[in-house]
Nanobody, 127 residues
Framework: QVQLVESGGGLVQAGGSLRLSCAAS????????LGWFRQTPGKEREFVAG????????NYTDSLKGRVTISRDVAKNTVYLQMNSLKPEDTAVYYC????????????????????WGQGTQVTVSS
């Protein structure tokens, strides 16, 4: 079992920045990928960014590409999501998730491919 705990969310003004963290524990190794999703009540969970634990591959949603950067620290078992130039429409609960990965270049973008999920962290962007 893999446990994921998000942190770093909060209230920020439009144009500001936040860095979200996802700490992983349990039977962690390089054979999985980590991704960030976000969700607003009444809407489907949306893929934001993902990274294979090997670090060889990353993926970003087109609508956020250029404003977000995903990275990982293997020694700390932690993945980060740096978000810049935040907009009110970025307000959502952000979730960290993990999926099994057989390939070092595999970064899943579909929520149904992810097996483990964190509890979420609220990001609120004011204008």
């Amino acid at each position: 079992q893999v446990q994921l705990v998000e942190s770093g969310g909060g209230l920020v003004q439009a144009g500001g920045s936040l860095r979200l963290s996802c700490a992983a524990s349990g039977r962690t190794d390089s054979a999985y990928g980590l991704g960030w999703f976000r969700q607003t009540p009444g809407k489907e969970r949306e893929f934001v960014a993902g990274i294979n634990w090997s670090g060889f591959s990353t993926n970003y949603t087109d609508s956020l590409k250029g404003r977000v950067t995903i990275s990982r620290d293997v020694a700390k078992n932690t993945v980060y999501l740096q978000m810049n130039s935040l907009k009110p429409e970025d307000t959502a609960v952000y979730y960290c998730a993990a999926h099994y990965s057989l390939y070092t270049n595999h970064v899943a973008v579909s929520a149904n491919e992810y097996v483990y999920w964190g509890q979420g962290t609220q990001v609120t962007v004011s204008s």
